[in-house]
């Protein structure tokens, strides 16, 4: 979400057992909710942050966006044996 910080959003998932805040310099970059192995996990982080520690580590630098980005990516995993994933329609 462009334009929003992540110490400005209220993140909230139901039944969510774990939840984890990382800070750096006093502010917040990264939410994580739910067990990062489990059926259900979110994170909600800092894009630009991300992007600033990929062009310290690299030679081709990305451009940093002018307004904070919060990204949220919500990962799910059905729990299904790997041997019945042929079957899926």
């Known amino acids: 979400m462009t334009g929003i ?5 209220l993140a909230h ?3 969510m057992q774990r939840s984890r805040v990382f800070c750096k ?3 917040t970059q990264t939410y994580e909710l739910g067990a990062y ?3 259900r996990h979110v994170v909600v982080y800092d894009k630009r ?3 600033a520690k990929w ?3 690299h030679s ?3 451009p940093l966006p002018a307004s904070p980005v919060a990204r949220i990516e919500i990962v799910l995993r059905p729990s299904m044996p ?3 994933l042929p079957e899926l329609p």
Do not use: Q, T
């Not at 910080?5 to 959003?9: K, L, R």
């Open 5 to 9: 910080a992540v110490e400005d959003i």
């Open 25 to 27: 310099g006093g502010r």
């Open 37 to 39: 192995d489990g059926e």
């Open 13 to 15: 998932y139901p039944s």
């Open 60 to 62: 081709i630098k990305k």
């Open 49 to 51: 942050a991300e992007l």
């Open 55 to 57: 062009n310290k580590k």
């Open 82 to 84: 790997f041997a019945s």
